[in-house]
């Protein structure tokens, strides 16, 4: 069989997409993963292929050479952050405990997996998946160097 591995693996978004050529329509797809051990390491890849299974492979070999050591201080973060990258702006400000994790969509996977369990976030910019996880990821790429 394969060997079980310390990180737990989440599909965040697939999308089909097409080219046209001149033989007609080139479908592929492009699947955002997210990966993490629930114990400060988060990290994040995009996979494009003609199938769903290969493009989900090559997003977590990816996201396991994209990984970002989280700063945790009692199951939250340290500081809070605002950040912008691109059309999404991020908020994310830490929580007591016991508050859980008060955030939508994408930023509820990536932090879980991460193990922050008590932050409270939102998002202020793009309701695009994609641009709103890029951006959550520089938050704590940036928390992590201070």
Known sequence: MY?????EEKVIQVNRVSKKTKGGNKVGFSVLVAVGNHNGK??????KSGDVSSAVKKGFSRAKKS???VPLVKDSLP???????????????PAPIGAGLIAGGPIRIVLS???VRNVSAKILGTSNRASNV?????????????
Do not use: D, T
Request: net charge positive; aromatic share 6%; hydrophobic share 50%.
């Open 42 to 47: 988060v990290g994040v890849g995009l996979g």
């Open 67 to 69: 990984l970002v050591e």
């Open 113 to 115: 997996l991460a193990g």
């Open 134 to 146: 890029y951006a959550v990821m520089e938050a704590l790429r940036q928390l992590s160097l201070k």
């Open 79 to 93: 500081r809070a952050i605002r950040i912008k990258k691109g059309a999404a702006k991020i908020f994310l400000k």
């Open 3 to 7: 060997e079980k591995s310390e990180f």
